[in-house]
């Protein structure tokens, strides 16, 4: 208890940020007065072991402290099974609540629950009501006379060391938010766990007990070496001298521009949207932003959101080298180093990563810094990764983290640990990118994500190239609703009449507000809060702008290939994107007997270690960031929706299955995208063949059964009914200029504009029935495990995360709340030789070399043989197939693997020499060109 809150003092001083200081000094008053009730509950939060039912709990082999316990004069009564079961965390709220009110003689039975669950909820989960009610009719449990003499002895000692003994009178009139709860939750948890860790903090002997030694608590702080606050440096004015330095760029683009200057005018604990063209530069704009955000606001990191691994693991690689180039406060008083992390399933995999973990795990990384110093004296970032952060529940901790969406959606899903994922997050600005890509299920997460981090006053960025007017407004409301909502409370209270009062206790259900004005302005634009009113900016074009010709074309093999053969003719860089991975296959195989080597394929369904070497290779050949590298003369690059958005991918010609109207255009995003790259001829001008239309001249045409299944057919009959129109008026879309229209008109409720033939609209109004029905299930199915706002001041988080998951993202249930997934089961792939020798399935020779035995000794092997690992595809799946395949994959066991974190409970899929098996009435067949391929054994897909 006394290392806890000797913990505790150093969190305070040294590491949380000045704006997770603001909130609670805003709640409690007083800074000192904060920093006691942090020091005094962290002490605390043990309080509940002082107690017989939680001593006699005690191992036999630890009898020697039984016996010191009764030769002082406590009792350890026998009590029942039931009673053994009361967990200390529950006791010691308990106690903590007689505590207090019987030293300021105050009887309120819910007044002190918002200080009171923080001791009860320090494992993780709150407590309910009932729990509290079913301790509370059971006193007698926690031990009576001497019981209590010790634990108002202990209590003494940390309310002194906190210097709360006359503070209590204020601090009862004191109305704390959820928000201060749930950070002091976590600051308490995060002191526990680091007080518990034996390496820091060394058990002592019995009879020689430690209390508030400062030396003790020092040394084991400095051994966990946790970076103080990131300080930006922001004095850099100059916007295009600051893009030199820090991201190599000569001149600020408009966009670039605008974000800088809204950075420094808007609301520091606000919101700003960036809507910008493909390619303008919306992330290096985002970071700029961020840099004096952090500043202004007071935040002490940065998290960017994104919506794929692959997005992700390329984010993470920009955010390094940002980092490594990032010029930030050079003083005594400030940290240079500062944790990173990569938050998704598979971060092991990402090269940076694992450089930064196994080459200076716990040590400042200085490569490449000497080339991003901008100025002599002036100290710049140093990215390193924690050991004490890599892990699932302490991942959100570090002051530097990239991740997939769902890491940022789980602060809205609950689950145990969750106030450690809100105190990792509060601390720093959040940046979300390509917004606009999460589908109704996710955005009822995504909303109320954005309710905590407007409740916390984070700084929020949001980027998009296509983003309705609709889901903007959504947005900005979702953001300021706490604070609405915290206004109509005072408003009604403020004209209650005085008999009326308890009712300022009652939780208020604040819907979303309605903003009656927000100001229009011609896209590209910035759109932020100033002065607590929504103001948007519009920003001048680059200057870059494409006519991108549209054709539909027929749905075929032979059609495709006659195309394409004459359009690269003189050579040039084709994508294809397919809405299935069956699809992509199909295509890839009909292509490679005319274009042979030049098709390259790519889709979710290659190991993890085969799809990252895939996407090195595309960004070698297509990135902007590898112009030096000699682009092909020919290359037919065929891809599923992982080449969608967020990577700097250019080709010269895009073919991509029928599709919503905001990922079309997104699509349309890798075309053309460099300049000064060299195109042939017949690609001079960008061109995007549609397909995925059955019958092109049917009224009205009909999608592809596979594009139905995956967006259904309402958006895909909006996209035709706009493309009908594009094609009428010349076949040209102008980008940027038709962005906002066509997303607009894509999402209007009421489909004006869309010019619907009668023929056309029986089928449309079915769609949009069944659109709307599937809609309204998405979102209340969402509502099951979701968060609740932020509640008002003076109301507890008791009961917080009652009913959600166990265990977050770790649970496959857990993971498929945030995302409307069917279930999923991961494999390794493995190929048992003729000689009966396992080896892993790769296709880098030096990993598919290995020879695999029961016994796992290296690293290396273990990380090649987790490299190996897919996701097999929810049809194969369906009704009685997943146990009957889980069965036959859980006969290839080793035990001896499972005391590896990487292969622990990891079910094996063992290949023959052909790379092929059959399962439950399936082929299964992997390939270094194709993938993963699965048919039914008699042939059928």
Same mark, same amino acid.
């Given at each position: 208890m006394a290392d806890t809150a000797g913990v505790a003092e150093f969190l305070w001083n040294d590491w949380i940020s000045p704006r997770q200081k603001n909130i609670l000094c805003n709640d409690f008053q007083d800074e000192q007065l904060a920093q006691g009730i942090l020091i005094f509950l962290a002490g605390m939060h043990d309080i509940g072991k002082a107690t017989p039912i939680f001593q006699i709990r005690l191992p036999s082999s630890f009898g020697?402290?039984?016996?010191?316990?009764?030769?002082?004069?406590?009792?350890?009564?026998?009590?029942?099974s039931s009673s053994q079961k009361t967990l200390h965390a529950l006791a010691g709220q308990v106690l903590f609540s007689n505590w207090i009110k019987n030293k300021l003689k105050d009887s309120s039975n819910t007044k002190f629950d918002p200080l009171a669950v923080i001791i009860g909820g320090h494992h993780g989960v709150p407590p309910t009501h009932n729990d509290i009610l079913n301790l509370k009719d059971d006193v007698k449990r926690l031990g009576a006379n001497e019981w209590n003499d010790v634990r108002l002895e202990l209590t003494s000692l940390i309310e002194a060391k906190a210097n709360l003994e006359t503070k209590w009178d204020k601090i009862k009139e004191l109305k704390i938010t959820q928000v201060s709860q749930v950070l002091l939750s976590g600051l308490v948890i995060v002191a526990d766990w680091v007080a518990s860790t034996k390496e820091l903090f060394p058990l002592v002997e019995l009879g020689n007990p430690v209390v508030f030694c400062s030396d003790r608590v020092k040394y084991g702080w400095e051994r966990l070496s946790l970076s103080k606050p990131w300080v930006p440096d922001i004095d850099e004015t100059d916007v295009d001298k600051k893009l030199r330095r820090v991201f190599g760029m000569q001149e600020a683009r408009p966009i670039q521009s605008a974000a800088f200057q809204v950075a420094h005018e808007m609301d520091s604990t606000g919101m700003m949207i960036i809507e910008a063209p493909m390619g303008e530069g919306k992330t290096e704009a985002a970071l700029l932003a961020a840099e004096i955000l952090a500043f202004r606001a007071g935040a002490s990191g940065c998290m960017v959101a994104l919506p794929t691994q692959a997005t992700s693991n390329a984010m993470f690689d920009r955010l390094h080298a940002w980092l490594l180039k990032l010029p930030q406060k050079a003083d005594s008083n400030f940290s240079t180093k500062h944790s990173v992390m990569l938050q998704h399933g598979k971060f092991w995999f990402n090269p940076t990563f694992q450089d930064l973990f196994t080459n200076n795990l716990d040590a400042p990384v200085a490569v490449g810094v000497d080339e991003g110093v901008p100025d002599e004296g002036v100290s710049t970032v140093q990215p390193y990764v924690s050991s004490w952060t890599v892990g699932r529940k302490k991942a959100a901790l570090a002051d530097f983290t990239v991740g997939t969406i769902d890491q940022l959606l789980f602060l809205s899903l609950k689950s145990r640990h969750l106030v450690l994922r809100h105190l990792g997050v509060s601390k720093k600005v959040v940046i979300v990118d390509e917004v606009h890509a999460y589908d109704a299920y996710m955005s009822v997460y995504l909303m109320r994500t954005i309710q905590w981090l407007g409740a916390y006053g984070v700084p929020v960025i949001l980027l998009s190239a296509t983003l309705s007017s609709q889901q903007r407004k959504n947005l900005l409301d979702a953001y300021k609703a706490y604070e609405q909502a915290k206004l109509k409370n005072n408003s009604e209270k403020s004209q209650r009449p005085a008999t009326a009062w308890r009712k300022q206790d009652v939780a208020v259900d604040h819907d979303i507000p309605d903003h009656n004005f927000i100001p229009e302005a011609p896209y590209p634009r910035v759109t932020y809060f100033k002065n607590n009113q929504i103001n948007v900016s519009s920003v001048q074009s680059s200057g870059r702008s494409l006519d991108v010709s549209i054709k539909c074309i027929p749905d075929s093999d032979e059609d495709l290939i006659r195309l394409l053969s004459e359009y690269l003719a003189d050579g040039g860089c084709v994508l294809i994107i397919r809405n299935t991975v069956k699809r992509a296959q199909d295509t890839a195989d009909h292509l490679r007997k005319i274009f042979c080597d030049d098709v390259f394929l790519i889709h979710s369904r290659f190991t993890i270690g085969d799809r990252q070497r895939k996407e090195q290779e595309l960004l070698q050949m297509f990135s902007a960031r590898y112009l030096?590298?000699?682009?092909?003369?020919?290359?037919?690059?065929?891809?599923? =929706?992982? #080449?969608?958005?967020?990577?700097? !991918?250019?080709f010269d010609l895009l073919v991509t299955d029928l599709c919503p109207i905001d990922l079309l255009l997104q699509r349309i995003g890798r075309l053309h995208r460099h300049a000064n790259t060299y195109r042939p =001829?017949? #690609?001079?001008?960008?061109?995007? !063949?549609?397909?995925?239309?059955k019958d092109l001249d049917a009224s009205p045409p009909m999608p592809v059964s596979g594009s139905k299944r995956v967006y259904g057919e309402y958006p895909l009959y909006v996209t035709l009914l706009l493309l009908r129109h594009i094609i009428n008026e010349g076949s040209i879309i102008r980008l940027p200029q038709d962005i906002s229209n066509l997303i607009e008109?894509?999402?209007?409720?009421?489909?004006?504009?869309?010019?619907?033939?009668?023929?056309w609209e029986i089928s449309i109004q079915n769609a949009k029935s069944q659109h709307d029905k599937s809609r309204e299930l998405l979102i209340a199915r969402?509502?099951?495990?979701?968060?609740?706002?932020?509640?008002?001041?003076?109301?507890?988080?008791?009961?917080?995360?009652?009913?959600?998951?166990?265990?977050?993202?770790?649970?496959?249930?857990?993971?498929?709340?945030?995302?409307?997934t069917e279930e999923a089961l991961e494999v390794i792939l493995l190929m048992r030789d003729n000689q009966g020798n396992l080896h892993p399935v790769s296709s880098d020779e030096r990993i598919s070399s290995l020879v695999l035995e029961d016994q796992i000794n290296s690293i290396e092997v273990v990380t090649a043989i987790a490299s190996c690992s897919l996701q097999l595809p929810t049809w194969v799946l369906k009704g009685n197939n997943i146990i009957l395949l889980i069965a036959e994959?859980?006969?290839?066991?080793f035990e001896k693997w499972q005391s590896n974190s990487l292969l622990s409970g990891q079910l094996l899929l063992i290949l023959d020499l052909n790379l092929a098996i059959e399962l439950i009435g399936y082929e299964f067949v992997y390939s270094y060109s194709n993938g993963l391929s699965i048919k039914e054994s008699n042939g059928n897909l």
């Open positions: 020697v402290l039984s016996d010191i316990i009764v030769e002082n004069g406590l009792d350890l009564p026998k009590v029942s030096e590298k000699k682009r092909p003369f020919r290359k037919i690059v065929v891809a599923t =929706q992982v #080449l969608e958005q967020s990577l700097d !991918l250019d =001829q017949k #690609l001079h001008t960008p061109i995007c !063949l549609i397909a995925g239309v008109k894509g999402y209007n409720e009421d489909l004006t504009g869309l010019n619907i033939p009668d023929s969402a509502k099951t495990y979701m968060l609740s706002k932020p509640d008002m001041p003076g109301n507890s988080i008791l009961g917080w995360v009652a009913e959600g998951v166990t265990e977050g993202e770790e649970n496959r249930i857990g993971f498929a709340q945030v995302r409307d994959l859980e006969k290839n066991f």
